[in-house]
């Protein structure tokens, strides 16, 4: 067994300045149809927003955890302190390197981010993401950071700067992949 199929993160409670990162629990599919009902955010990512059933089925799969034991499924929602309410999600897919280069049981981290429509253009986002890979660092195993971000998506970019990621010269699926390797 390879060491990084023994190294499974658990998401836990991420605090920042104005967010709380919350534990994706089912409980919260209700809330977030109505967070992520705008079909505006589908542009970049495709599909369409998801009923409150059709949420709490994903939520359902995603809370179980990854079929494979060497990657984990780390899932966050974002609540606004002052406003006590759910704003998005942020999440980490985090295993071993595709390309089998895990010697000493390094593990890459795949991050995404949504925030909900009424809450953009506050950095909000960008303050999830930083805290997210701040976690990520805390992680020993963890080397690397990536997020695929489309070439058009310039609030995503913004968002994968401030966090601390780089483009690089690498496309998977017309988006372009960021990264951060972690010092050590």
């Not at 179980?64 to 499924?73: K, M």
Request: aromatic letters at 4%; charged letters at 20%; a negative charge.
């Amino acid at each position: 067994m390879r060491e990084s199929s023994l190294t499974a993160l658990h998401a836990q409670e991420i605090h920042t300045a104005r967010l709380v990162l919350v534990p994706l629990k089912v409980e919260h599919a209700d809330e977030m149809a109505d967070v992520l009902a705008d079909p505006a955010l589908h542009t970049f990512i495709g599909g369409s927003p998801d009923d409150p059933q059709a949420l709490r089925a994903r939520y359902l799969r995603m809370t179980a955890g990854s079929p494979d034991p060497a990657v984990s499924w780390c899932n966050w929602v974002l609540r606004l302190r002052d406003e006590d309410c759910l704003a998005g999600t942020v999440q980490a897919t985090v295993g071993p390197t595709a390309d089998g280069s895990d010697r000493g049981g390094a593990l890459v981290a795949e991050i995404a981010w949504v925030v909900g429509t009424p809450w953009q253009g506050r950095g909000i986002a960008a303050e999830a993401a930083r805290g997210l890979v701040g976690w990520l660092a805390g992680q020993r195993a963890v080397r690397c950071v990536v997020a695929h971000v489309h070439p058009d998506h310039l609030a995503s970019a913004a968002v994968a700067t401030a966090a601390g990621l780089s483009p690089t010269d690498e496309w998977q699926d017309g988006e372009v992949k960021w990264q951060r390797t972690m010092e050590r």
